[in-house]
């Protein structure tokens, strides 16, 4: 059985010491080895009277000691420069970082403590479930994609950000994350819809077209002023391009929960901690920020796998678009189908005229107040309408509905053989220039 020192005999090794014996001396005087003489003169001298306070097993050096430095040194630098990176996130970089290649990396739990360690966690409020949504389950890669914009976000030197984020339901894809500015000192507009066809139209050109979309009851998508909501722009828009756009149940952001969480990986991903010089500095880091998350960080619901190695299938949809073809592939007829399967229901004013899709149609003065019941037919695409008892009162043509219409202004300027952009870049010039920079190059 090894033998221990006690404190006894280690004080009278530091005493012999101080009355000059030498080493071998000692040893000779206690039956210690001159290796544990030495060991224990030298604690003193270095600590006092403290080191000589046995501290059993293996030293304490800190969380990640037995990594080489320069990893402690590169977690602690991305620590301080993106806060809102944790254990996962920072895993990740370091397997991608060629600096660190082939070598032995800490594991998530490692770096857990390591960030326990240097006071860099996060207090979080401990969890709890939902009621589970009764919105529809994705079965295959494209079929939903869930659209929302998250709250304001004051950003350094830009403003106040507003990222609409965009994500596949079935395979947890970050399709694009699109900062929307929204105002300098505060907010000034909210999006509408030109902000959110740029926004669908940069995600169809690098994914392809979905089956769905579902998103809110904000009034971009969604009449919600009226009981009986005719269907906005964008809704028709997206009907014409073969895409169905579905609502999530009022009050109830769980039935887009994938999209709610996304919401807080994107902020701590790229805005938390940061500083942008531009508008198109935050919008590339985002771009750039999306192939990490896609490719390299390990996602809990596919096993820890990122989403392209889970499903590589899920580059494109196989539904192709580009914004140079936009009006070759909306169809209208797509869009007649839809109406002719909805009722409206309209209280005629004192001019005898009422309101569907923000138009306004001229019906009978003498029906002023009465309520009206209208169809859609889509042999001739004209408006039906009927009095309370069913009798037929007149046909109108369907008025606003064409392909310059739901491309909005969009068909202006792909219209345009040279586009100037007026300077300072604004947010509508920004916008388009987007848009711009995904049109083929031609000599």
């Given at each position: 059985?090894?033998?221990?020192?006690?404190?006894?005999?280690?004080?009278?090794?530091?005493?012999?010491?101080?009355?000059?014996?030498?080493?071998?001396?000692?040893?000779?005087?206690?039956?210690?080895?001159?290796?544990?003489?030495?060991?224990?003169?030298?604690?003193?001298?270095?600590?006092?009277?403290?080191?000589?306070?046995?501290?059993?097993?293996?030293?304490?050096?800190?969380?990640?000691?037995?990594?080489?430095?320069?990893?402690?040194?590169?977690?602690?630098?991305?620590?301080?420069?993106?806060?809102?990176?944790?254990?996962?996130?920072?895993?990740?970089?370091?397997?991608?970082?060629?600096?660190?290649?082939?070598?032995?990396?800490?594991?998530?739990?490692?770096?857990?403590?390591?960030?326990?360690?240097?006071?860099?966690?996060?207090r979080y409020e401990q969890h709890?479930?939902?009621?589970?949504?009764?919105?529809?389950?994705?079965?295959?890669?494209?079929?939903?994609?869930?659209?929302?914009?998250?709250?304001?976000?004051?950003?350094?030197?830009?403003?106040?950000?507003?990222?609409?984020?965009?994500?596949?339901?079935?395979?947890?894809?970050?399709?694009?994350?699109?900062?929307?500015?929204?105002?300098?000192?505060?907010?000034?507009?909210?999006?509408?819809?030109?902000?959110?066809?740029?926004?669908?139209?940069?995600?169809?050109?690098?994914?392809?077209?979905?089956?769905?979309?579902?998103?809110?009851?904000?009034?971009?998508?969604?009449?919600?002023?009226?009981?009986?909501?005719?269907?906005?722009?964008?809704?028709?828009?997206?009907?014409?391009?073969?895409?169905?756009?579905?609502?999530?149940?009022?009050?109830?952001?769980?039935?887009?929960?994938?999209?709610?969480?996304?919401?807080?990986?994107?902020?701590?991903?790229?805005?938390?901690?940061?500083?942008?010089?531009?508008?198109?500095?935050?919008?590339?880091?985002?771009?750039?920020?999306?192939?990490?998350?896609?490719?390299?960080?390990?996602?809990?619901?596919?096993?820890?796998?990122?989403?392209?190695?889970?499903?590589?299938?899920?580059?494109?949809?196989?539904?192709?678009?580009?914004?140079?073809?936009?009006?070759?592939?909306?169809?209208?007829?797509?869009?007649?189908?839809?109406?002719?399967?909805?009722?409206?229901?309209?209280?005629?004013?004192?001019?005898?005229?009422?309101?569907?899709?923000?138009?306004?149609?001229?019906?009978?003065?003498?029906?002023?107040?009465?309520?009206?019941?209208?169809?859609?037919?889509?042999?001739?695409?004209?408006?039906?309408?009927?009095?309370?008892?069913?009798?037929?009162?007149?046909?109108?043509?369907?008025?606003?509905?064409?392909?310059?219409?739901?491309?909005?202004?969009?068909?202006?300027?792909?219209?345009?053989?040279?586009?100037?952009?007026?300077?300072?870049l604004d947010w509508q010039s920004?916008?388009?220039?987007?848009?711009?920079?995904?049109?083929?190059?031609?000599?």
């Amino acid at each position: 059985m090894a033998r221990h020192t006690t404190l006894e005999e280690r004080i009278q090794i530091i005493e012999y010491g101080q009355a000059g014996m030498t080493t071998m001396q000692i040893a000779q005087q206690t039956g210690w080895q001159p290796s544990t003489i030495r060991k224990w003169q030298y604690r003193a001298r270095r600590q006092g009277r403290k080191g000589l306070v046995s501290k059993m097993g293996r030293p304490k050096r800190g969380a990640l000691s037995s990594f080489p430095t320069r990893v402690r040194e590169r977690l602690r630098d991305w620590c301080h420069s993106h806060p809102g990176w944790g254990p996962k996130t920072l895993a990740a970089e370091l397997r991608r970082d060629p600096d660190f290649a082939d070598q032995r990396l800490p594991s998530l739990a490692s770096i857990g403590r390591f960030l326990k360690e240097k006071g860099e966690t996060k207090r979080y409020e401990q969890h709890s479930h939902l009621p589970e949504s009764t919105g529809q389950k994705a079965s295959a890669p494209h079929e939903t994609w869930e659209m929302d914009a998250r709250g304001h976000d004051k950003v350094a030197d830009l403003g106040i950000i507003s990222l609409i984020n965009l994500n596949d339901r079935f395979t947890h894809l970050r399709l694009l994350s699109y900062p929307l500015q929204v105002g300098t000192q505060r907010v000034e507009r909210y999006g509408d819809t030109e902000d959110y066809q740029t926004v669908l139209r940069l995600a169809f050109t690098d994914w392809g077209l979905p089956q769905q979309i579902q998103v809110d009851r904000d009034s971009v998508f969604f009449d919600n002023k009226s009981k009986s909501p005719y269907p906005t722009r964008i809704h028709l828009w997206l009907l014409a391009l073969g895409v169905s756009l579905t609502f999530g149940r009022p009050r109830r952001p769980t039935d887009q929960g994938q999209t709610e969480r996304s919401h807080q990986i994107w902020a701590a991903q790229s805005l938390e901690g940061q500083q942008y010089e531009s508008w198109t500095q935050l919008y590339l880091a985002l771009r750039a920020r999306r192939q990490f998350l896609n490719e390299h960080l390990p996602c809990s619901a596919l096993d820890e796998l990122p989403p392209l190695q889970a499903f590589p299938q899920a580059k494109h949809s196989g539904r192709c678009y580009r914004p140079e073809w936009e009006a070759q592939l909306l169809d209208l007829q797509r869009v007649y189908a839809y109406l002719a399967k909805g009722r409206w229901f309209r209280l005629i004013s004192k001019s005898g005229t009422f309101s569907l899709g923000r138009e306004i149609y001229y019906l009978d003065y003498h029906l002023a107040q009465s309520q009206i019941e209208i169809n859609f037919d889509a042999a001739d695409q004209h408006l039906v309408c009927f009095a309370a008892d069913g009798e037929l009162i007149k046909r109108l043509p369907l008025k606003g509905l064409n392909i310059e219409t739901l491309m909005g202004s969009f068909l202006s300027q792909l219209n345009l053989p040279l586009f100037q952009l007026h300077l300072p870049l604004d947010w509508q010039s920004l916008r388009a220039l987007r848009l711009f920079e995904i049109f083929p190059t031609t000599t």
